[in-house]
């Protein structure tokens, strides 16, 4: 069989990184344009996600901080060891040029993305196998591939262009059309007190839900997607890093039909009648515009397109859950490293995709059981994640055992607000919301009483 090298530039790949190490400034322009998968060779996708980590701490990107840190991973040697880091500090002579060195890198990348499915339409069609969804996939690729060069088309390489800058009537008649589309393009809760607070979340807007763990925040952001493709007709998207799918279509039928855990499994086992009633309920109430996608050490790159093809393939997305921020792969060892990252990178991907993401994070809970109350300084991560949410809400558990969702943050309106959720907790279905006035214990009642 004649091999033939996949596309690739090896001297573009090597004039991007030395460009980095000439002028550390450029990797803000590069890391706009490519990622680290657009790197043919292993080693140089190796170094540039070091150049990148050392970016978000601040460091200097230099010829001594890189291979210090890949010598800390024991990757040093695999790149070609110090010697091949000196060959790039010295590859190019000026980064002037490293916009054009990106754009020769991407069409390498296209290139290699266009065969690999071209080469999976080739195999489905030897197949035998029904090539609809075969062709649905190839289309959803062939817009994700299309829209990766949009960056480099136009007035300049870098994608920058006059359009991106708006006047007042511009503006204004941006909003006009957005408001008259805000029923079908908002994300409402289907919790009335809640929404006439925050106003539902509107495309570019990132929800933040913070609680300690089995706080029940997976289950309240699940009741909410299913609530809003059963509302809307629209797709909706859920990336579960912490649960695999067949678990979270449990929870869905659980949600679903009001019932343990432990039923539906009987029911299924068993192959019963009862069975194909509890999957009935599951498409009536949701699940069939639940998108889902349990693959693990997700990073925001992935995540981006994963939206974009199911945008494609599947039609209008109507919003983004993550569960939860503290799984992202991405953005350095630390949680506090990748909060850096991850939290203000979901916000640009809402604006970006114009879709309401929500997000789940993570409290300390020795801090959350002490006092019965949360705040928005308990989420795990530091100030990043308040700084990136546009609505933050938090889920406690109060000294009478209530589960109560309290607003901590409201570019909408006013936030301290506190609602008692009314949840079947063994089936993990939030029934409604209703005002929360703080009461006197139950515990401080009946000493009183004594």
């Given at each position: 069989?004649?091999?033939?090298?996949?596309?690739?530039?090896?001297?573009?790949?090597?004039?991007?990184?030395?460009?980095v190490?000439?002028?550390?400034?450029?990797?803000?322009k590069?890391?706009?344009?490519?990622?680290?998968?657009?790197?043919?060779?292993?080693?140089?996708?190796?170094?540039?996600?070091?150049?990148?980590?050392?970016?978000?701490?601040?460091?200097?990107?230099d010829?001594?901080?890189?291979?210090?840190?890949?010598?800390?991973?024991?990757?040093?040697?695999?790149?070609?060891?110090?010697?091949?880091?000196?060959?790039?500090?010295?590859?190019?002579?000026?980064?002037?040029?490293?916009?054009?060195?990106?754009?020769?890198?991407?069409?390498?990348?296209?290139?290699?993305?266009?065969?690999?499915?071209?080469?999976?339409?080739?195999?489905?069609?030897?197949?035998?196998?029904?090539?609809?969804?075969?062709?649905?996939?190839?289309?959803?690729e062939?817009?994700?591939?299309?829209?990766?060069?949009?960056?480099?088309?136009?007035v300049?390489?870098?994608?920058?262009?006059?359009?991106?800058?708006?006047?007042?009537?511009?503006?204004?008649?941006?909003?006009?059309?957005?408001?008259?589309?805000?029923?079908?393009?908002?994300?409402?809760?289907?919790?009335?007190?809640?929404?006439?607070?925050?106003?539902?979340?509107?495309?570019g807007?990132?929800?933040?839900?913070?609680?300690?763990?089995?706080?029940?925040?997976?289950?309240?952001?699940?009741?909410?997607?299913?609530?809003?493709?059963?509302?809307t007709?629209?797709?909706?998207?859920?990336?579960?890093?912490?649960?695999?799918?067949?678990?979270?279509?449990?929870?869905?039928?659980?949600?679903?039909?009001?019932?343990?855990?432990?039923?539906?499994?009987?029911?299924?086992?068993?192959?019963?009648?009862?069975a194909?009633?509890?999957?009935?309920?599951?498409?009536?109430?949701?699940?069939?515009?639940?998108?889902?996608?349990?693959?693990?050490?997700?990073?925001?790159?992935k995540?981006?397109?994963?939206?974009?093809?199911?945008?494609?393939?599947?039609?209008?997305?109507?919003?983004?859950?993550?569960?939860?921020?503290?799984?992202?792969?991405?953005?350095?060892?630390?949680?506090?490293?990748?909060?850096?990252?991850?939290a203000?990178?979901?916000?640009?991907?809402?604006?970006?995709?114009?879709?309401?993401?929500?997000?789940?994070?993570?409290?300390?809970?020795?801090?959350?059981?002490?006092?019965?109350?949360?705040?928005?300084?308990?989420?795990?991560?530091?100030?990043?994640?308040?700084?990136?949410?546009?609505?933050?809400?938090?889920?406690?558990?109060?000294?009478?055992?209530?589960?109560?969702?309290?607003?901590?943050?409201?570019?909408?309106?006013?936030?301290?607000?506190?609602?008692?959720?009314?949840?079947?907790?063994?089936?993990?279905?939030?029934?409604?919301?209703?005002?929360?006035?703080?009461?006197?214990?139950?515990?401080?009642?009946?000493?009183?009483?004594?």
């Amino acid at each position: 069989m004649d091999y033939k090298i996949p596309p690739q530039n090896n001297d573009a790949e090597m004039s991007i990184l030395g460009a980095v190490f000439l002028d550390n400034d450029c990797i803000t322009k590069v890391s706009r344009l490519i990622d680290s998968l657009d790197f043919y060779k292993e080693a140089h996708r190796d170094i540039f996600k070091t150049m990148m980590q050392l970016t978000l701490t601040k460091t200097p990107i230099d010829f001594v901080t890189v291979s210090n840190k890949l010598k800390e991973a024991s990757q040093l040697e695999t790149i070609g060891g110090a010697a091949y880091l000196l060959n790039l500090v010295d590859f190019v002579p000026t980064a002037a040029n490293v916009s054009h060195y990106c754009h020769i890198l991407k069409e390498a990348s296209n290139k290699r993305h266009l065969i690999q499915y071209a080469q999976k339409l080739i195999g489905l069609c030897h197949s035998g196998s029904d090539i609809a969804d075969g062709v649905k996939d190839a289309k959803a690729e062939l817009a994700g591939i299309s829209s990766s060069m949009d960056s480099f088309s136009g007035v300049s390489v870098s994608g920058v262009s006059v359009s991106d800058i708006s006047t007042i009537d511009q503006r204004a008649e941006r909003y006009i059309q957005q408001v008259k589309t805000f029923d079908k393009t908002r994300f409402i809760t289907g919790f009335p007190l809640l929404d006439a607070r925050i106003r539902g979340v509107a495309p570019g807007e990132v929800l933040t839900i913070i609680a300690e763990p089995g706080g029940f925040k997976t289950a309240w952001l699940q009741n909410l997607l299913l609530n809003g493709a059963q509302r809307t007709g629209f797709y909706h998207l859920f990336f579960s890093l912490e649960m695999p799918d067949v678990k979270v279509f449990e929870r869905e039928a659980q949600i679903a039909n009001g019932i343990t855990g432990r039923e539906v499994e009987r029911a299924y086992k068993a192959c019963s009648t009862e069975a194909k009633a509890i999957q009935t309920e599951v498409y009536i109430k949701g699940s069939r515009g639940l998108l889902v996608c349990d693959k693990p050490r997700l990073d925001l790159e992935k995540i981006a397109r994963y939206i974009e093809l199911a945008n494609n393939k599947f039609g209008k997305i109507n919003a983004v859950g993550i569960d939860y921020l503290g799984l992202l792969a991405g953005g350095g060892r630390t949680l506090f490293e990748k909060t850096a990252h991850n939290a203000p990178e979901i916000k640009n991907i809402a604006k970006e995709a114009n879709l309401p993401i929500i997000v789940l994070c993570q409290i300390n809970r020795e801090g959350a059981k002490a006092k019965h109350d949360i705040e928005i300084t308990d989420a795990k991560g530091g100030g990043d994640i308040e700084a990136s949410a546009d609505i933050m809400l938090g889920f406690y558990t109060d000294e009478d055992g209530n589960l109560i969702c309290k607003g901590l943050k409201n570019r909408n309106g006013a936030k301290d607000f506190r609602l008692l959720c009314e949840i079947d907790r063994a089936s993990f279905r939030f029934k409604g919301m209703s005002e929360y006035e703080k009461k006197e214990s139950q515990t401080l009642r009946r000493k009183a009483v004594q």
